[in-house]
């Protein structure tokens, strides 16, 4: 499997898991953005394991800080 391929199927793990249980919030760029750069630095580093990718990123997406926005 290529790194193209990894990262995409890690991501597509994530995203789906997120998307299905309401966990996506806000802007779908920035939610994909932060997905992608939780993969692509564990890639970086030399991990090559699928479900630890898409795993990890899910728990990082779970726990990020999340703006809000109060309009008065």
């Known amino acids: 499997m290529t790194d193209t391929e990894l990262r995409a199927q890690s991501f597509e793990i994530a995203w789906t898991y997120l998307d299905q249980c309401g966990l ?3 802007e779908q760029r920035d939610s994909a953005r932060f997905i992608l750069n939780r993969i692509d630095r564990m890639m970086l580093r030399g991990e090559r ?3 630890l990718l ?3 990123a899910i728990d990082a997406y ?4 999340v703006l809000v926005t109060l309009n008065a």
């Open 54 to 56: 898409s795993n990890a």
């Open 24 to 26: 996506l919030t806000g």
């Open 62 to 65: 779970r726990l990020r800080p």
């Open 49 to 51: 394991r699928r479900l």
